[in-house]
């Protein structure tokens, strides 16, 4: 699940993971289900962590949890005010084709996709768990 | 090659690929060549621009240039003053299991190696050319 949303510092639209902020207290998971639904109105039977990303070491603290979700169910999504994307399905093997051809240049999605491709060929296992209600 | 350096802003040494900012008026390729040589000390027969990423579209116009050199000849290298950090050499193997297994988690290392991994398989060619003097 992609979306796609127009970015104003680089002035394009970029296709992307569904991602957000911390809320104050809440921890990655939490923050990860929030995202997907708000954004995207799905919700997940199982989640695992993957890894984590630093998009700039040179002067931020900035981290991003990379969570993989299965098992989705549709629903109705809830945007924050002011926000505007599309949701949209691909497949593994266009989103690597767009990673290839510059059309996703987004660093999150980018090493989603460096997950996404080792999970799928086997190369990286993952511990799925069933989502606590 | 890659480098281990330590990062104020995240407090911990990253196992990153070499890179810097661009001088006013260079192209990224000069950027790509002069890094290399001052961090490492290497020079490179041929170049090629892979792609690009855009490590925090959600508040940043930054994008970083991805080039890959071969035909690497080592020389003496030539850190900026206050500048420390080691170099060193891994095989792709080793940089795949580092992104895995959490050690590496700079975007801009992340990304080279989706790239690394898929043009090392044959997936995706590059199109290398001799290096201009």
Redesign the interface.
């Known amino acids: 699940v992609l979306e796609r949303q127009f970015?104003y510092?680089?002035d394009a639209v970029?296709v992307?993971f569904p991602a957000g902020k911390i809320d104050p207290g809440e921890d990655t998971l939490a923050c990860a289900k929030r995202e997907l639904f708000e954004e995207t109105g799905y919700t997940a039977a199982q989640w695992v962590r993957a890894?984590?990303?630093?998009?700039?070491?040179?002067?931020?603290?900035?981290?991003i949890d990379i969570w993989f979700a299965r098992g989705l169910t549709a629903g109705e999504r809830k945007l924050d005010a002011g926000e505007f994307l599309d949701v949209f399905a691909a497949t593994p093997a266009d989103l690597?084709q767009w990673?290839?051809d510059?059309r996703v240049?987004?660093?999150?999605t980018?090493?989603g996709?460096?997950w996404l491709?080792?999970v799928l060929s086997g190369?990286?296992a993952l511990d799925w768990r069933a989502d606590a209600p």
């Open positions: 970015r510092p680089v970029m992307e890894g984590v990303l630093h998009p700039v070491i040179s002067y931020s603290t900035e981290f690597l990673c290839r510059g240049t987004d660093a999150k980018l090493t996709a460096l491709q080792n190369a990286w």
